[in-house]
């Protein structure tokens, strides 16, 4: 096998086909000097793994869908290349040793485990896996203290809050300024929102992203998660997060320190600047994209969000201060409630109505575990099986 060389940071990518898999990889084409992949995993898409392990040539690959694996392994036959499977597959490729940085881009519950795993390895952590922290926050930040391992933001305003405050002691943090396109449907009232179609829901106005976190945000569910996200990274009680409507997505977030000073990170909205920041962390290496020019951009605007029409935004607030297992309720029933409207079986203010119902039916542990955080969200699966026919 080639050897790899010293200068080069290796990189396992989960979730390699998505939205930020694939920019992630695009990092890496830029910098294939620096930067060797030597794992990739992915849910069920062969076409596209194959593509990129034929490109990349990693010594592993996931496919987390058992027959997606036997279809992959047969398609790489002539390649050298292990190719796993499943949840143990995962956990596998996060425990190899020949690589420095375990990037999370993988979509659910299912990246709470393999960062466990990375953890434990002793690798550098670039989280994109908002689940993980979400649910799994009170866990995950502990453990990477203890054995000494970075968790670097990738999301867009996680990493904006990091760059942030970076030379500035972390206890003058006064508050987390954390800004919010408002989606597709900002300015809108309940009413407005009932007639609305997934292919409405999936025009966002600034950012290019997945189905699912489009919608999110469009439900301004994902600032909901996001404000979670924020509190595990960033040590800060909920009463010092604020949410802003920012509707240019110029700045990113902001950070507002004891003496009133307030930082923000500003540029065009670009997936992969946060990316290539969190691979060459600290180190800044140049970007050939479209900067922002002031001049015509011309002015920037702000306004509180409104949770009384999206109302998955307040059950999102709701399920942080009750804490536990709650927010693992709150993001199973939104993650599946999201399909159910992306395949038209209910309406858009139908995703926050189960959610709610979701919510109100759950008892709360107050200090769950993995096996119990994984419980929560197959019961809550299993609730809205139950429901589906009384929707």
Request: hydrophobic content about 40%; aromatic content about 6%.
């Amino acid at each position: 096998m080639e050897a790899v060389s010293e200068n080069k940071k290796r990189l396992v990518v989960l979730g390699s086909t998505g939205s930020i898999g694939t920019q992630t990889l695009d990092v890496v084409r830029a910098y294939s000097d620096r930067l060797e992949v030597v794992g990739l995993a992915a849910y069920k898409s062969v076409e596209k793994i194959e593509a990129q392990i034929r490109e990349f040539k990693p010594r592993v690959a996931v496919m987390y869908d058992e027959n997606a694996a036997r279809d992959l392994k047969e398609k790489v036959a002539d390649l050298d290349v292990e190719i796993l499977s499943g949840m143990d597959g995962l956990i596998a490729i996060a425990s190899m040793e020949a690589y420095d940085i375990l990037v999370t881009a993988i979509v659910g519950m299912i990246g709470i485990k393999p960062t466990i795993a990375g953890i434990k390895n002793h690798k550098t952590i670039a989280l994109a896996n908002k689940e993980t922290l979400v649910t799994a926050g009170h866990i995950i930040m502990p453990m990477a203290e203890a054995e000494g391992v970075s968790i670097l933001p990738v999301d867009s305003e996680h990493s904006a809050i990091f760059q942030s405050l970076q030379g500035s002691p972390r206890k003058s943090l006064s508050k987390i300024w954390l800004t919010c396109s408002g989606g597709p449907f900002r300015g809108r009232k309940k009413e407005e929102l009932l007639g609305i179609r997934p292919e409405d829901a999936l025009k966002h106005p600034n950012w290019s992203m997945g189905n699912k976190i489009t919608i999110d945000s469009a439900t301004l569910v994902n600032k909901g998660l996001e404000v979670m996200e924020a509190k595990w990274l960033f040590g800060v009680d909920y009463d010092r997060i604020n949410v802003l409507v920012h509707p240019q997505s110029i700045i990113h977030s902001m950070v507002e320190f004891s003496d009133g000073a307030v930082i923000g990170e500003l540029g065009l909205p670009d997936m992969k600047l946060p990316i290539q920041y969190a691979l060459f962390y600290p180190d800044r290496l140049p970007m050939n994209t479209p900067k922002a020019d002031f001049y015509e951009i011309g002015q920037l605007t702000f306004e509180k969000p409104d949770p009384e029409t999206f109302e998955g935004f307040a059950l999102a607030m709701k399920a942080a201060s009750t804490g536990g297992s709650m927010p693992t309720v709150f993001n199973a029933a939104n993650e599946r409630a999201v399909g159910l409207f992306l395949h038209n079986k209910i309406t858009f203010t139908g995703i926050p109505e189960i959610i709610g119902k979701c919510m109100d039916a759950h008892k709360v542990i107050e200090d769950p575990d993995v096996d119990q955080i994984l419980d929560a969200e197959r019961e809550t699966y299993e609730f809205i099986d139950f429901l589906k026919d009384k929707l």
